[in-house]
């Protein structure tokens, strides 16, 4: 009988070459041997299978031609929030369970972070500490791209940098206002027409939530 490996489901990297194996005889499967091995953006390679997303087999008999399937677990990645806040630069809010594809919350992270800076309101988290816009809300989903660039060792993967992004709670908006001298030619001298003495300023503040 021929032994196959499906590596169709790898990022890269090449299966097992086909094997053979006579009628009633135990088939020890060979481990990830390709050249180059195979390899899946934020998993790893935990042995074969004998169906699609089945549990790994070390040897097992066949009945006839078999295909082997890979079997990849999700790697984890942790996820560092730093507050970016003056005086609390250095803390940190850690998720160390993200996995790929899978929403993680950062519920935890805005209750810890809500208050610390009372002028300002957190209204979200980006990957550059000096962003105004925030690029995560309510929850982030590691993509293949973004774990793609990260180191990934055995069961412990590379770490994403995460700083909280504030908008001030009010804005303040300063106006200089002149009147009009009466005796202005304004399309000859318009800057003439206005009339220095009677100026005076205008704040406008502007309120966020």
């Known amino acids: 009988y021929s032994i196959r490996y499906d590596g169709s489901s790898a990022s890269e990297g090449n299966p097992p070459p086909t094997d053979t194996n006579d009628c009633g ?11 180059p091995p195979l390899s899946r953006i934020g998993y790893k390679f935990d042995g074969w299978s004998l169906t699609k997303n089945g549990s790994p087999v070390a040897n097992f008999t066949p009945t006839g031609n078999t ?16 507050a970016n806040t003056e005086g609390y630069e250095d ?6 369970t993200a996995k790929i594809g899978v929403p993680i919350s950062l519920a935890s992270v805005s209750n810890a ?3 610390l800076k009372p002028d300002y309101t ?4 980006s990957t550059d500490p000096d962003a105004t816009v925030p690029m995560y ?3 982030v989903t590691l993509t293949e791209d ?10 412990t993967a590379g770490e994403y940098n995460l700083y909280a992004v504030y908008r001030p709670k009010m804005w303040i908006t ?5 009147s009009i001298s009466p005796d202005c030619d304004f399309p000859t001298d318009p800057c003439g027409c206005w009339d220095v003495a009677d100026m005076f300023s205008l704040r406008i503040r502007t309120y966020w939530g």
Not at 91 to 96: G, P
Request: aromatic residues 14%; charged residues 15%.
């Open 122 to 125: 957190l209204i979200g988290y």
């Open 25 to 35: 005889d135990s088939y020890a499967v060979a481990g990830n041997t390709g050249t």
């Open 113 to 115: 972070f809500a208050n």
């Open 67 to 82: 295909t082997l399937y890979p079997v990849w677990t999700k790697l984890n990645y942790t996820i560092n929030v730093n």
């Open 146 to 155: 973004i774990v793609k660039d990260l180191a990934a060792t055995g069961t």
């Open 174 to 178: 300063d106006y200089d206002i002149r």
């Open 91 to 96: 803390l940190d809010y850690t998720l160390d």
């Open 137 to 139: 809300k309510n929850s």
